[in-house]
């Protein structure tokens, strides 16, 4: 079992610290790099496999000791050119006039037979269609020593499988390699038939339960699939009230959850990477799929790493499983926590964790015209600390002044601890009481615009505007 994912300069992540388990679910909004944790794995198992391919039981050469993977070889995560791998597109390390190369690191925790281990690759850019992996360094020493590749880590295998994609009309029979490809390129609907075929023709007992897991949960009765050797195609059925049809013909939920179990049938043993299994899903169907899914991976002795913004499957998982959090850092998510995940995957936009890992605090107002009066204020009393504050401030208006508040910071506290919160509203009678980083101001006054009517300053006022709107003295 995996334990633990560590990656750093790949993609979006600078550095990341991710806590596995089995099941363990990623949750978090979209664009938020659940997908490129399971890719990172994707990589880490690829450089593995070419290595003791070409590297075991041999001495390592001093001088190029990395192993050349191909930009093609990554079916699990195609890209037009390596350098899309390397996070900031930056394939050379900053402040060396280009000499040094910048690598992602990957390193893997697991326990396998009650024996703990660590395995790790570090890669460095060689050009647009390929690039280099050899194991990960223990030091930054000039020529350093490093880690070894253990053979608990050699026994792992990896299955990545993206949301589906449809269903295509008629599928050609392809052999496993080929399979794999078109899963990695998100071409799900190409492959169905052939995964059940492969399950069929191998177990017959893993096909019994697989048709009637599916008979369970959507009434229908699946025909074994066929192989028509004339056009080389795999044809395949399903029986619902006495009639047969194609099984293009069922619905998209049905297709996504039979491509998940097919799946799991067909990679007995191996670390299944699942890009949104509940995908396409009604919400009791989804709950119901979870169950499924972590019931069939015990049968079958499989691990499961899951992807999902799904608030029902962050609501089954949390109580029970690993869950992660992809708000902010990557961090394992505690039940009671539970209630601001869910809010930040149904309320708040990505670009508010943006702001709020940019500026490092939010400030609460009531209205644009609070802000506007602040850095009038901070102007007119020349307070040079205010107003550098106040010029790009990461600022959410609310006239609910707890529950607005509430509901808006805390699931940002979940994502950055560091996050400091002001809010600063007209007095009331009452004045909530500080929290861990959010601070409650209110004005002495009944509200802001209470400061501006006074004799003096209306004076004032009408005489700076006349001098620039009147054409002559008042």
């Known amino acids: 079992m995996l334990t633990k994912l560590l990656v750093s300069n790949f993609k979006r992540f600078r550095q990341v610290e991710i806590e596995l388990g089995n099941p363990v679910v990623f949750i978090g909004p979209n664009n938020s790099g659940k997908t490129c944790a399971l890719q990172a794995l994707s990589l880490w198992e690829l450089g593995l496999r070419r290595w003791t ?9 001093e001088k190029r000791p990395g192993i050349t993977i191909n930009r093609q070889d990554l079916i699990m995560l195609p890209v037009p050119t390596a350098k899309l791998l390397w996070h900031d597109l930056r394939v050379k390390k900053p402040g060396t006039q280009g000499r040094d190369p ?3 690191d990957v390193r893997v925790e697991g326990v396998s037979r009650g024996a703990k281990w660590e395995c790790g690759f570090e890669f460095y850019y060689a050009n647009e269609e390929s690039f280099y992996c050899r194991p990960l360094r223990l030091s930054e020493a000039k020529k350093p020593a490093r880690m070894r590749v253990p053979e608990e880590a050699e026994s792992v295998r990896l299955a990545f499988l993206p949301p589906m994609s449809g269903l295509a009309a008629a599928e050609t029979r392809l052999d496993e390699g080929a ?3 078109r899963i990695g390129e ?3 609907a190409e492959v169905l038939r052939n995964l059940c075929y492969k399950v069929y023709q191998e177990t017959a007992s893993l096909w019994e339960r697989l048709t009637q897991k599916i008979e369970q949960l959507f009434g229908c009765q699946l025909n074994p699939p066929t192989y ?3 056009r080389s195609e795999v044809k395949m059925s399903y029986a619902e009230r006495g009639i047969t049809f194609d099984l293009s013909s069922s619905g998209r939920g049905l297709q996504q959850t039979l491509l998940v179990l097919a799946y799991q049938y067909a990679n007995p043993g191996a670390v299944l990477l699942l890009d949104e299994p509940a995908a396409h899903l009604e919400i009791l169907r989804q709950r119901e799929t979870y169950e499924l899914l972590t019931d069939v991976a015990r049968e079958n002795n499989n691990q499961i790493i899951a992807a999902s913004h799904s608030e029902v499957l962050l609501n089954e998982a949390a109580s029970k499983d690993t869950v992660v959090a992809f708000i902010g850092r990557p961090h394992r998510m505690l039940a009671a926590r539970k209630n601001e995940v869910l809010k930040s995957l149904k309320e708040i ?3 508010q964790y943006y702001l709020a890992e940019q500026t490092g605090w939010v400030l609460y107002l009531e209205g644009e015209t609070d ?7 901070a102007k007119r009393l020349n307070h040079q600390e205010a107003l550098k504050a106040l010029e790009r401030p990461f600022v959410h208006y609310t006239t ?25 509203f007209d007095r009331h009678d009452k004045s909530p009481a500080d929290e861990k980083g959010l601070v409650w101001l209110m004005w002495k006054q009944r509200e802001i615009e209470s400061y501006l009517c006074f004799r003096d300053v209306l004076i004032a006022y009408a005489e700076s505007t006349a001098r620039k709107e009147a054409p002559g003295p008042l």
């Open 102 to 104: 910048a690598f992602i």
């Open 186 to 188: 998100g071409r799900t």
């Open 179 to 181: 399979i794999n490809v």
């Open 349 to 351: 936009g990505y670009e």
């Open 228 to 230: 028509n050797a004339e």
């Open 400 to 424: 609910d002044i707890t529950g607005g508040v509430n509901k808006h910071f805390y699931p940002l506290a979940e994502a950055f601890p560091c996050l400091k919160g002001v809010a600063l």
């Open 371 to 377: 802000l506007d009066i602040l850095r009038a204020f």
């Open 53 to 61: 391919e070409k590297r075991k039981g041999q001495k390592t050469p």
